[in-house]
């Protein structure tokens, strides 16, 4: 998409966040509409509390990633930073990450239902392994599940979007895989 700007999220963008994630992204899912990325960073706690959470997170800078923009309007985010940024991620590996410490980590994406399969995780994929390459990382690392139902169990991108960019396999995690790009 010729036509899409990707910005590193900051604290003036906070209000464009929340447009993507209260009003926008999860149209075709309000169930998933509470999330903010929360499973990452802190433990759910309702709708309110993920959103205040998150707001807080966003002014300290603990939440990082990119937002996608088409005509000024939040279309995509992608939350994306140093490994050692998700408290969430060592439950989800349940035995911790391997002994690499200078790993970037790519955890969700967040794509309006209009410009999804257009491009957009890729654009702001691409922004995150650049940021992490400019960061001194080794590697951009990814979890993506194995076998989707839908959209929204794709949260962390689809395995094929992360091979189309140079990611190679790097284990098996059971319902999910872990993919990794030497940076």
Known sequence: MSDLLVKELTPALRDDFFLLFDHIAFADNPDWSDCYCYPYHFSD??????????????????????????????????????????????????????????????????????????????????????????????YAEAYPVKKPTSAADNFPGPLSMYLRNGFTLHRDAGWYVVVRKLL
Not at 63 to 87: E, H, K, M
Not at 100 to 114: K, Q, W, Y
Request: glycine residues 10%; aromatic residues 8%; proline residues 4%.
């Open 45 to 138: 706690r309702g709708k309110a509390e993920n959103r205040r959470a998150a707001s807080n997170q966003i002014e300290e800078s603990r939440i990082q990633g990119f937002l996608a923009y088409r005509d000024g309007t939040p279309v995509g985010w992608c939350n994306a930073a140093d490994r050692n940024n998700y408290p969430g991620l060592h439950r989800l590996m349940r035995s911790g990450p391997d002994s690499l410490e200078r790993v970037g980590s790519v955890v969700c994406f967040v794509i309006a239902p209009s410009h999804r399969s257009k491009g957009v995780a890729s654009c702001l994929l691409k922004a995150a392994y650049g940021r992490f390459s400019k960061e001194g990382l080794e």
